[in-house]
């Protein structure tokens, strides 16, 4: 029970079905009630507007709210001067009716759909508001976050997750060498997370402000991972422009290596939707580092050239899984275009091939434990990844501090339970007066502990006797009133609990069972 | 199965026979042989009606569900909570 309606937790609560105990808000009691005739015959009733967790019995016209019966009581004390308000009962309705009969049912009862669904898009509002506010906020930790945030905003305005779309649009029309990827995610995590936490604007501000301090940290790994591979690669630079024809084709094995190693990271990390965006970057980061070191096997004029092309590959890496075709199609091309271009390289080659095939083997050999380490890094920083997400998904998480049924026998005992105000009530024999007033005058009296253990069922006769147990036997206090008034009152207490709880001795299912 | 004979023979008096002469009670929506009763909905209802009303939505799946008696058709003391979760439940 509580503000917001159990069904879809989005809504406040404005209905209470009393078959399914559950308060929802108009449109999800259409939706629920109206799904089988059995549903369909439930009553629902309003909800008490002072603490949403009964259902409403009365509506006070002067105050203007509807109550349930402790609030009722509560707010029209006999002492005060409301109690002279005038209230009317609340019927209760079934079926599947629209708007306009409950308005007709209850007099009272304004047409507060468009009050939620304006709710609704002012939440929306609110979110691309803190959208705005976040990118906006990046620029100082990453400097080309800023011209990105142009295609971020658009992207968010249409609310489209769509991952590969909102790569591809910004990265074909800018050539930008990779570090443009790396601002690509962040971007498109920034338009996923809002997604997630539509409820309210502050638990969203505050789990996307955890998700920025992480995609922050995650961006500057991508850049200094980024950065090594690059030294790396500028390092074999000379090396490679040497062996130009078989670079390329080490180029082709190791990118459909990194490919599907890549592809199959993704794939594992796949089931965790906001995870894949931060994992993407690393794979491709490895990939696109691998193709750009194959790329170099070019000299200059290919770069200048296929520097486009090379971004287009970086896209269709980070796109789709046609990253490795992509990828053979540009190694071939260099192959098949390879000689013409490669004069300056042409001479070097005519080092004898024993010391070339010696430098060939070093270079495999440097590679291999370069790309292990590079393998070996990506698959840990996933794992951080992972285990961050969790932590924080965890922590931001608004299921730990809400209900949980542990125990569905216990929650089903304890919904068919009687009750009496709300408390639990044992539906067994009643200890009917002298116990109770017993224990209050107990309270009261503290010498009269001292009994408690030897008088287990006492008149109150006798409670007056020996209520001063030093002095027991004095004749001349037979009789303290106090005691009486007690004792008296006690009774009737008890005697009223009694009557309200009568039917004790029903079964659970208020017939009666026989134990087959 | 029915241990009703044990308590005291008051079998009689406590069994609930079905208000209808027939003496058997038909599931509400199939007119089949009725082996459930919710409370929450105040219906009798066949297994499978059981299933299709109760899966449709969590709220429904929350209400507690009485056996009855296959000879009988009387409530037992054993219940079925979501979608085949069983439990007896003491009376209290």
Redesign the interface.
């Known amino acids: 029970m509580g503000y917001i309606c ?2 879809c937790g989005d809504q406040p609560s404005l209905v209470y ?1 009393r ?4 308060c929802l808000c108009l449109s999800c009691d259409r939706n ?1 009630h109206s ?5 369909k ?2 009553s629902r009733i309003l909800l008490c507007e002072r603490c949403n967790s009964q259902p409403a019995f009365v509506r006070c016209a002067e105050e203007k709210v509807s109550l349930c019966q402790n609030c009722d009581w509560m707010g029209h004390d006999a002492s005060t001067s409301n109690s002279t308000h005038k209230r009317q009962t609340i019927n209760s309705y079934s079926g599947c009716p629209s708007s306009g009969e409950l308005s007709s049912i209850w007099s009272f009862f304004s047409q507060s759909d468009s009050a939620g669904e304006s709710a609704c898009e002012q939440e929306l509002g609110l979110m691309s508001i803190s959208e705005n506010i976040e990118s906006t906020s990046w620029d100082p930790t990453v400097n080309t976050i800023s011209h990105n945030s142009a295609g971020v905003a658009e992207v968010n305005g249409d609310c489209n997750v769509d991952k590969g779309s909102g790569w591809t649009r910004t990265s074909i029309p800018e050539h930008r060498p990779a570090p443009q990827l790396l601002d690509q995610p962040a971007g498109s995590t920034d338009t996923s997370l809002p997604k997630f936490c539509p409820q309210t604007k502050y638990p969203g501000l505050s789990e996307d402000d955890l998700y920025d301090d992480f995609n922050i940290d995650e961006v500057d790994l991508n850049l200094e991972n980024y950065e090594e591979l690059f030294g790396v690669t500028l390092n074999h630079s000379e090396e490679l422009l040497e062996n130009g024809g078989i670079d390329s084709l080490f180029g082709t094995k190791d990118m459909s290596a990194a490919d599907s190693t890549c592809q199959g990271a993704v794939a594992a990390e796949g089931s965790s939707i906001g995870l894949v965006y931060a994992i993407q970057p690393a794979c491709s980061n490895a990939a696109s580092a691998d193709s750009v070191m194959s790329n170099k096997t070019d000299p200059i004029l290919y770069f200048t050239t296929k520097h486009a092309h090379s971004s287009l590959s970086f896209s269709g890496l980070t796109g789709e899984s046609s990253a490795g075709d992509y990828q053979d199609c540009g190694a071939s091309s260099m192959l098949l275009m390879g000689e013409p271009p490669w004069c300056p390289p042409c001479t070097e080659s005519s080092i004898p091939s024993a010391t070339r095939s010696d430098a060939v083997m070093r270079y495999k050999e440097k590679k291999k434990t370069r790309n292990i380490i590079i393998y070996k890094l990506c698959v840990f920083v996933a794992i951080l990844v992972i285990e961050g997400a969790c932590l924080i998904a965890v922590l931001a998480s608004k299921e730990r501090f809400e209900k949980r049924v542990r125990y ?2 216990r ?3 304890a ?4 009750r009496v105000k709300g408390r639990f009530v ?3 024999p009643q200890v009917l007066s002298g116990d109770v007033g017993y224990r209050t005058a107990l309270n009261k009296f503290p010498r009269l502990r001292l009994w408690k253990d030897s008088c287990i069922r006492t008149s109150f006769a006798e409670i007056c006797l020996c209520h001063h147990p030093s002095h027991c036997f004095q004749p001349h206090q037979f009789f303290n009133p106090s005691v009486f008034i007690l004792g008296v009152s006690a009774y009737i207490k008890a005697a009223a609990i009694t009557a309200t709880t009568a039917p004790w001795n029903v ?10 | ?4 004979l ?2 005291g023979g ?2 009689s ?4 026979k079905q208000g209808f002469s027939s003496g058997l009670v038909n599931c ?2 199939c007119n089949s042989r009725a082996s459930l ?7 009798y209802l066949c297994r499978k009606c059981d299933k ?2 109760h899966q ?5 799946l ?3 569900r ?1 056996f009855l ?1 296959s000879t ?1 058709q ?4 054993r ?1 079925l ?2 979608a085949s ?1 069983e ?1 007896m ?1 003491p ?2």
């Open positions: 159990d069904f079905c078959s399914d105990a559950a629920v799904a089988n005739a059995l549903s015959r439930h569905a026998s929650k089903a005992r919904d068919v339970r009687k044992k539906a067994g079964s659970v299912m208020g017939k009666k069972a026989c134990s087959c | 199965m029915c241990k009703g044990e308590q008051n079998r008096s406590s069994c609930l509400e929506l009763y919710c409370q929450a909905d105040d219906a299709w009303v449709a939505n969590f709220l429904a929350r209400h507690i009485c008696c009988c009387s409530l037992t003391q219940y909570i979501g979760h439990v439940l009376t209290m």
